[in-house]
């Protein structure tokens, strides 16, 4: 029964993993280049070289991926991880795959404050599925490793400068309105990832004052697959015996939970939060 949940959770997580990096390869291939939108990391670079050499930007992010990749095995060893190489080696197939399928000339539109929304957008939601199930597109963020490996620096803080200079230099690149569409989209894009990362991975929190625990322990342990902690307790108004269970859940599943207490005891009182990470057992591991 462990077994086969380890392998749904793991088939689970490649999954998500894949289409964020479908999102990003998008993202990067329709929205960015075409523009010139260099929001800072590898596809940043790319974007700028890409329009001052005579290599495609799809040609230089699979150069600084794989030469990144390569680089992150010298000086980190196996703790580059088998989903960093995985999300990395995706994402320069399918740009390259897309570059070949689709070549592009131009923007798609003549809007590019549409096309940053969804450059943002696509990135964000791309970045924050690989990202909430342990995984990395590679890029700066093998230099980040590196760096936190190796030397004393605020890596977050480190990157953040990195990219916005690959962000500023859009200015002598392209033009003015170019380069700040690209400092909108990276400063865009540092706060919403975050945001979907929690929204990802919020579950609920349950606490139920009920005379009826067992039938919805049993519950959560044979039909929901969780545990919950029982207490004993006592009503301050009505002196009457009580139990208090605790129980987190996924998002997903609260709305069963809340109808089965329901059914078990109408007059069960119960708070439900929302919480934007559980690590333990049956969630997210230490």
Not at 247 to 271: K, N, W
Request: hydrophobic share 45%.
């Amino acid at each position: 029964m462990g077994e086969t949940k380890t392998k749904k959770k793991l088939v689970s997580d490649y999954l998500m993993m894949i289409c964020g990096t479908a999102l990003m390869s998008v993202d990067v291939y329709f929205f960015k280049i075409p523009n010139g939108f260099s929001t800072g990391g590898v596809s940043g670079l790319a974007t700028l070289l890409g329009s001052l050499t005579t290599i495609t930007a799809a040609t230089w992010i699979s150069i600084f991926n794989v030469g990144l990749l390569l680089v992150g095995f010298v000086f980190l060893g196996k703790s580059t991880g088998v989903r960093t190489v995985f999300c990395t080696l995706l994402y320069t197939g399918l740009t390259q795959l897309l570059e070949f399928l689709f070549p592009l000339k131009g923007p798609l539109t003549d809007q590019p404050l549409l096309e940053l929304v969804y450059a943002v957008l696509l990135s964000s939601i791309g970045s924050a599925m690989i990202f909430s199930r342990q995984g990395s597109s590679g890029g700066t963020d093998i230099i980040a490793l590196i760096l936190k490996k190796y030397l004393n620096l605020n890596v977050g803080k480190a990157l953040l400068c990195t990219d916005a200079i690959i962000a500023m230099s859009a200015f002598l690149v392209f033009d003015i309105r170019t380069g700040l569409f690209s400092l909108l989209g990276l400063f865009s894009k540092a706060f919403l990832v975050d945001g979907i990362i929690e929204s990802l991975d919020s579950c609920k929190c349950f606490m139920i004052v009920t005379s009826k625990p067992d039938a919805i322990i049993d519950f959560i342990i044979n039909t929901m697959h969780h545990s919950a902690t029982l207490v004993e307790a006592t009503g301050a108004y009505s002196h009457d015996n009580k139990f208090m269970i605790y129980a987190v859940c996924r998002r997903i599943e609260a709305i069963r939970l809340q109808r089965e207490i329901r059914q078990v005891d109408p007059g069960a009182f119960i708070t439900i939060t929302t919480s934007s990470e559980i690590i333990g057992r049956g969630f997210r591991g230490v």
